[in-house]
């Protein structure tokens, strides 16, 4: 009885400890603008990458709920943020080419991640994104993101390497975006990796020359 009792107030305490967690964490608004300043996530957050894996899912229903400054900036930094002084990644890159460029297509505009200044610069004033999905549901989620890679980096490699950079880019992105999906399922946030999108409208969109520029792959995170 008395063992039951004391198991018992430690689980209350816990309990009432991550309530205060959660009631602490921030919840700054994103102020939409030409530079979204994003902040630095810290080292301790979320769950725990075991927890994280076993709640990784796909979702199709989302609110049209924009997300927190803490948590557009952790879902971008977990995509292609860096991570250690020499400017490398969370995601790994062939050769460590990074053609992939981060867009983020939310309520306010289209904006391109820059991950050396942690920043988000719009490129285009405006509601696309229902260009970045074939699928209604993503149309009014929080955030859709487009990964489009740029061929430039690799120009000058070797013949074999080109024959196989579609590959090769297809798995950097998909490494941006289970990233993603693994932060998302570590901070109560929904997401899908996504096939699908408008890509010729989102290229013409953004002015980006399709003979050096093509659209990967896309993914939704919301609540
Ligand atoms: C590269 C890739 C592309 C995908 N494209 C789409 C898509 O366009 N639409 C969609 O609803 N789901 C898409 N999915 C999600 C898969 O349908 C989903 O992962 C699969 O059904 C397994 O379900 P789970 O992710 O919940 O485990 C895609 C997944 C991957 C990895």
Request: aromatic fraction near 8%; glycine fraction near 6%.
């Amino acid at each position: 009885m008395k063992k039951t009792f004391i198991y018992l107030s430690i689980m209350a305490i816990m309990a009432s400890c991550s309530v205060a967690e959660k009631e602490k964490a921030p919840q700054t608004p994103v102020v939409a603008g030409e530079t979204i300043q994003l902040q630095t996530p810290s080292k301790q957050g979320g769950a725990s990458i075991n927890e994280a894996l076993w709640n990784r899912k796909s979702s199709r229903e989302y609110a049209n709920e924009p997300l927190t400054l803490e948590e557009l900036s952790g879902v971008l930094w977990a995509a292609s943020g860096v991570n250690r002084p020499d400017g490398h990644l969370t995601a790994p890159s062939a050769l460590a080419l990074y053609p992939i460029q981060t867009y983020a297509f939310l309520e306010s505009g289209v904006y391109l991640y820059d991950a050396k200044n942690n920043t988000l610069e719009r490129k285009v004033e405006g509601d696309y994104r229902h260009l970045a999905t074939l699928q209604d549901f993503a149309n009014t989620a929080s955030l859709n993101i487009v990964y489009i890679a740029d061929m430039l980096p690799y120009d000058s490699q070797s013949e074999m390497l080109l024959e196989r950079q579609r590959i090769l880019w297809g798995m950097d992105a998909a490494g941006y975006a289970e990233n993603v999906n693994l932060y998302a399922a570590g901070h109560g946030l929904k997401s899908i990796t996504r096939g699908g999108a408008k890509a010729e409208e989102i290229l013409k969109l953004l002015q980006l020359n399709p003979l050096r520029y093509e659209f990967v792959l896309a993914q939704t995170v919301g609540k």
